[in-house]
């Protein structure tokens, strides 16, 4: 866990991150995450029909439903994602790298247009 690792030694963990890969996948499959900003300043980047700030619901998530935390590089994300796991919602990810690495990480020259961003880098 990323806890027990020394000061800027980051590495991904399968149980608490989800890759901007496997991100884009469920995007391009039609089965998209539940999404929430947890970012305390709106930035510029976001995903396309995912609000800024959301306001929360009330509701927890349904039966299976994953809930994909993100911020702007992946340093506020996971310990929030931790602290919802540690109480009970196991399906809890965060963007590993957060919004910049998911817009870096995905060229579209490769990927193709389409990246669900909104103000993208091109």
């Known amino acids: ?11 991904f963990d399968p149980d608490l991150d989800i890759s901007p890969f496997a991100l884009f996948r469920s995007f391009k ?13 709106p ?5 396309a029909g995912v609000p ?7 509701d927890t998530p349904g039966e299976g439903e994953v809930v994909v935390l993100f911020d702007h590089d992946g340093s506020i ?11 009970g919602f196991p399906r809890v990810r965060s963007l590993f790298g957060g919004l910049e690495l ?17 103000g993208a880098s091109t």
């Open 1 to 11: 866990m990323r806890r027990n690792l020394p000061p800027g030694d980051i590495r």
């Open 29 to 41: 499959e039609g089965r998209p995450p539940v999404l929430i900003d947890v970012r305390p300043t």
């Open 43 to 47: 930035g510029m980047l976001g995903f």
């Open 52 to 58: 800024q700030r959301p306001e929360p619901a009330g």
């Open 77 to 87: 994300a996971p310990g929030i994602a931790r602290g919802l796991q540690a109480v």
């Open 102 to 118: 998911y817009d870096f990480s995905l060229d579209p020259a490769v990927v193709g247009k389409e990246r669900f961003l909104k």
